[in-house]
């Protein structure tokens, strides 16, 4: 399979717990993109990644968000001290510089009790 | 502030119908996305729209952008059950691509 991929698909945790999100982009993307998706709702820009620099950042992403994409290639989000406001569809996407269609991964679903 | 709105928010509508989908975007952008989405399931890219006047089919589903307008169009022929999804539109502004809350569409056999 050559598509975006997440692990892991679903995340239940208590509040206050960290979580980390990894994303795997298609091999030769440079770019790489975070989502929030909360029920009816379309996806929010958090963040995104050319190659290993983080070019963009959302004011949605507080403090207690991070992201990393340390060679280039897969992708982090951590989420710490968790709230149950935090709890959602997270999603990964990744295009190629120039080419504009951008390609999602399956998701992670997280719940916060 | 680029905000993006879709109109209708829901479609409930018969096999073999025609309807519009519109997406009105408040700044100037430089590039219009649709994307599909079936229920937990991710996105699908269905149009990248580039310029103005520019329209892309693909089977019955045909896509148009009015830059002056700032509007864009997703046009459903003769349509099918199996189309049945939510459709989202989006605008990308200083490569931040920001989404409307999407159209979501039921079609009855």
């Known amino acids: 399979d050559t598509g975006v991929s997440q692990d892991p698909r679903h995340k239940i945790t208590k509040r206050g717990q960290n979580v980390t999100f990894r994303c795997d982009p298609i091999?030769?993307?440079?770019?790489l993109y975070w989502y929030r998706q909360t029920l009816g709702q379309g996806p929010e820009f958090l963040t995104y990644?050319?190659?290993?620099?983080?070019?963009?950042k959302s004011r949605l992403l507080s403090d207690r968000f991070s992201a990393e994409r340390p060679k280039g290639s897969f992708s982090t989000l951590e989420i710490q001290r968790t709230e149950q406001g935090d709890s959602a569809m997270y999603l990964c996407?990744?295009?190629?510089?120039?080419?504009?269609?951008?390609?999602f991964g399956p998701g992670t679903r997280l719940l916060v009790l | 502030e680029l905000k993006v709105e879709q109109n209708p928010l829901f479609l409930s509508m018969q096999e073999g119908k025609n309807y519009t989908i519109y997406c009105n975007y408040s700044?100037?952008?430089?590039?219009l996305y649709w994307y599909r989405q079936d229920p937990g399931k991710s996105l699908e890219s269905l149009f990248v729209?580039?310029?103005?006047?520019a329209v892309k089919q693909e089977g019955r589903l045909m896509a148009s952008l009015d830059t002056k307008a700032r509007l864009s169009t997703l046009h459903i022929t003769a349509a099918v059950h199996d189309l049945s999804a939510t459709y989202f539109c989006?605008?990308?502004?200083?490569?931040?691509?920001?989404f409307g809350k999407g159209t979501r569409l039921h079609i009855l056999p």
């Open positions: 996407a990744s295009s190629l510089y120039g080419i504009e269609t951008q390609y």
């Open positions: 091999s030769e993307h440079n770019r």
């Open positions: 990644f050319q190659n290993e620099a983080q070019l963009e």
């Open positions: 700044t100037t952008s430089d590039r």
């Open positions: 729209l580039l310029s103005n006047g």
């Open positions: 989006a605008v990308n502004r200083d490569d931040k691509i920001i």
